[in-house]
């Protein structure tokens, strides 16, 4: 970081020295940084501010100029050490993490570079970076590998918790037959309850690194088939229209796993337009040529010439969660699991496929594109 900012304040300095001959303002250079960058006098008066300066210091240029940094800052503040450093060593210095406080300025995570100035003894230029935004990005980042390790996690949970799953539903099922019929209530209610987490784990285990099992797969009866299962479970009211491209070749996939990414995205589009009269969903299928991606560490590319649309007329994907949708427990719903979009991008990923997304009020499209079978591919 610091040698980041000493190299650009470098630059500045090589590109004020060279704006010189040039009939250049070097103020003017120096103000059009978003660093904020100011220069004391010996009694440490503002001789310069530039206009990132008086911005994080809360003041105009004109009233600056009638202050001196005691003004602002306590004489207990950290830079006033660095800048003595500087006078004393002739040379610059640097000091992080500090914390700027006073009754006109409250400002924590800041690094301070000062430098002396070749050409006036005493002067002092001082460059202002405020890092607590960039640590606030970092562990956002963090946030989302631990998210994506989950993955790993999961496959490793599921396969921990089946076997004694297994025999406490075992055991509950014996119990069952044998119990005093007041207390079979309680046998059937631990057999159900082992019987959801055993389905929940087998939704985590989905997320596991497994070869899949291919073959020709129309697309066009996985796209009918989830259709039919939303028209008469979770989405009896929602129009649909289909929009495919009958001529489209078998994509080279795994049924099943493609029936629960239409599954996921479907639901996902109806809920977002359960409570709109006129809610609408489309199905489109089509080819998109010059859809070519390269494969992940390879230098190989492959055709991805066939799309899938799942459309909605909903309100749109709300704004703050668009940079994660795909990461799990992502869900702006009270019951949401933020597990469907998650697994979408996983299965997507394994088909070597690629999906998009396209969302404004009033109109959210998802689109996979995915690989056809080749008739002339001998691995097919
Ligand atoms: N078609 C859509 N329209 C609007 N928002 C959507 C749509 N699809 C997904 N979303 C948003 O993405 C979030 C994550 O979706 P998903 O991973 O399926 O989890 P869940 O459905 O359990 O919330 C949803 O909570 C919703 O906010
Ligand atoms: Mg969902």
């Not at 001959?21 to 120096?30: H, R």
């Amino acid at each position: 970081m610091s040698g980041a900012v000493a190299s650009r304040l470098r630059a500045v300095i090589g590109r004020v020295r060279e704006a010189r001959p040039a009939g250049l303002d070097p103020q003017a250079v120096l103000g059009a940084l978003p660093v904020p960058i100011v220069v004391l006098d010996t009694d440490n008066r503002f001789r310069f501010v530039n206009h990132a300066a008086e911005q994080f210091l809360g003041a105009s240029a004109p009233h600056l100029a009638q202050l001196t940094l005691a003004d602002l800052l306590p004489t207990d503040s950290p830079v006033f050490l660095l800048i003595e450093q500087v006078r004393a060593q002739d040379a610059s210095v640097a000091g992080h993490d500090l914390t700027l406080e006073s009754p006109r300025l409250s400002k924590q995570g800041i690094s301070v570079h000062a430098a002396p100035l070749a050409e006036e003894p005493g002067a002092v230029v001082l460059a202002f970076q405020d890092v607590s935004a960039v640590r606030a990005l970092d562990r956002q980042l963090a946030f989302r590998g631990a998210a994506r390790s989950v993955t790993g996690m999961a496959a490793i949970l599921a396969h921990e918790v089946k076997n004694p799953l297994s025999g406490i539903r075992g055991a509950a099922q014996l119990l069952e037959s044998t119990v005093a019929p007041a207390d079979r209530e309680l046998a059937v209610l631990i057999r159900d309850e082992a019987d959801r987490i055993r389905a929940l784990v087998d939704r985590m285990e989905m997320f596991g690194e497994k070869p899949i099992a291919r073959s020709a797969v129309n697309i066009h009866r996985v796209l009918e088939h989830v259709r039919k299962v939303a028209q008469s479970g979770f989405a009896p009211a929602t129009r649909f229209q289909e929009l495919y491209d009958p001529s489209l070749p078998p994509v080279w996939g795994n049924r099943d796993q493609l029936v629960q990414v239409v599954l996921n995205l479907v639901k996902n589009a109806a809920e977002a337009v359960a409570d709109l009269p006129g809610g609408e969903i489309v199905l489109a299928t089509g080819f998109q040529h010059g859809m070519r991606v390269a494969l992940r560490g390879s230098a190989s590319r492959v055709d991805l010439p066939l799309y899938v649309a799942i459309r909605d007329n909903g309100p749109g994907i709300p704004e703050d969660i668009r940079p994660h949708l795909f990461d799990p427990f992502v869900s702006t719903k009270a019951s949401g699991s933020g597990l469907g979009l998650a697994l979408v991008a996983k299965i997507v990923g394994d088909h070597g496929g690629l999906i998009e997304v396209d969302s404004r009020p009033g109109r959210t499209e998802f689109r996979l594109h995915l690989p056809v079978m080749a008739e002339d591919d001998p691995s097919c």
